[in-house]
């Protein structure tokens, strides 16, 4: 005996409705706009850093993300990391 044909389904598979989400209070990453500095960069900061020895870790990351000529964002984590 033949089964009756489904309806198809209201949304597309693979598509998640937003009342299948879980309720989160959690914001999602801005992940389009982040990028790799190059190995010229780092060593920008890293002789940034020899000039200045007495300035902290955040001081050097401000310095990096406020300056006129192209800003190069990272954070005090990620320099501690190159450091090592």
């Known amino acids: 005996k033949p089964h009756p044909k489904l309806a198809p389904y209201a949304h597309k598979p693979g598509q998640k409705s937003s009342k299948d989400a879980p309720a989160t209070s959690a914001k999602q990453q801005n992940t389009g706009t982040q990028e790799n500095l190059t190995l010229h960069d780092w060593m920008m900061v ?10 902290s870790q955040e001081d050097v990351v401000k310095h990096f993300a406020t300056l006129q000529t192209g ?3 990272f954070t005090q984590s990620t320099l501690s990391r190159k450091l090592k």
Do not use: C, G, K, R
């Open 46 to 55: 890293f002789a940034y850093i020899d000039e200045h020895p007495n300035s």
């Open 71 to 73: 800003a190069l964002v």
